[in-house]
């Protein structure tokens, strides 16, 4: 059974910095392709950052990219997202997930991955 598990959310100043971990179980990264979705009230959710499975190639959306940092330990099973310079526009709810489908690119719609966690919270306050 694929599980996700997200932590490292919390309440951070304009400016500042956190750092998000997801916590894998039932699958190995060399198996499956993982992801960062964050959705904010009303809004669609968003993909940020992606990393395929064949390769480990990683690609970000034009929002976050030089912002955000995703990577992984392969040894622990987890993967993290390190976001830097944060605004209050990056409040929302963050998502880890995970999908075996894409062996020959890199998934980045919320539809291409089939397991995700619970989210945690993201607060970037002015």
């Known amino acids: 059974e694929v599980n996700l598990a997200e932590s490292g959310g919390g309440l951070q100043q304009t400016g500042g910095s956190l750092r998000l971990s997801c916590a894998a179980s039932g699958f190995t990264f060399d198996d499956y392709a993982i992801g960062w979705f964050r959705q904010a009230p009303g809004k669609e959710r968003e993909g940020l950052s992606f990393m395929g499975s064949s390769d480990g190639e990683i690609a970000y959306a034009n929002s976050v990219k030089g912002r955000f940092t995703m990577s992984s330990d392969n040894r622990k099973n987890i993967f993290y997202l390190q976001m830097n310079s944060l605004k209050p526009e990056d409040t929302a709810v963050y998502y880890c997930?995970?999908?075996?489908?894409?062996?020959?690119?890199?998934?980045?719609?919320?539809?291409?991955?089939?397991?995700w966690g619970q989210g945690t919270q993201v607060t970037v306050s002015s």
């Open positions: 997930a995970a999908d075996p489908r894409w062996s020959t690119v890199v998934p980045r719609t919320p539809a291409s991955f089939g397991s």
